[in-house]
């Protein structure tokens, strides 16, 4: 009788413990108004230069000095160049491709010229009465016209001769 209490007893609590919706510490998100922790990072202490006549130009809007920088601090750390993370460009090696990419002009407002053409066409197809209720979007249903079949383009390049090594096999395989 006894360990029928204690069985009886251990799924109540289980039961109980199982409606709670407190995640404690699994929650990353804080849901305070108060200081994010992890979000504070300590800066570097400032330092007087030897010579005040050589200080570097000023760079408005860039980072100081004395900026916090995590990223690069752990690529050094674990033995890399943080100097390798600056934007440095277009690398010799890419120079040619993105020369015969841009040879007939570029479009320096491509990016918004396309989110416009993406929301118009998606405002076309309209969401259904379930997509509304249920907060879904309609952007697979948009493009699943323009979607590639992937087993189908394969055959084509095969049949045309071209070499597919790490093709995937066919599904049932």
């Known amino acids: 009788m006894r360990a029928f209490a204690v069985t009886i007893g251990l799924a109540a609590l289980v039961g109980l413990t199982a409606c709670s919706d407190d995640r404690g510490l699994m929650n990353l998100r ?9 979000a504070i990072l300590p800066t570097r202490p400032l330092a007087m230069p030897p010579d005040l006549a050589v200080l570097p130009a000023p760079t408005p809007g ?48 491509i990016r918004t010229e396309l989110a416009q053409a993406d ?12 997509e ?14 323009m979607r590639m079949d992937a087993q189908t383009e394969q055959d084509r ?3 045309a001769g071209a070499q597919t090594p ?8």
Do not use: C, K
Not at 30 to 38: I, L, Q
Not at 119 to 130: K, V, Y
Not at 132 to 145: A, C, E, S
Not at 166 to 173: D, I, L, M, T, V
């Open 30 to 38: 804080s849901t305070s108004a108060g200081p994010d922790e992890f």
């Open 62 to 109: 860039d980072g100081n000095i004395t900026d916090p920088t995590p990223v690069a601090d752990a690529v050094g750390a674990l033995g890399g160049n943080p100097a390798a993370l600056n934007d440095r460009g277009i690398g010799a090696a890419d120079q040619p491709l993105v020369a015969h990419a841009g040879r007939r002009g570029t479009d320096p407002a």
């Open 119 to 130: 929301a118009d066409r998606r405002s076309r197809s309209g969401r259904r009465l379930f």
């Open 132 to 145: 509304r209720l249920f907060g879904t979007n309609v952007y697979m249903r948009t493009y699943q016209p």
């Open 157 to 159: 390049w095969q049949r």
């Open 166 to 173: 790490s093709a995937p096999p066919r599904p049932g395989n």
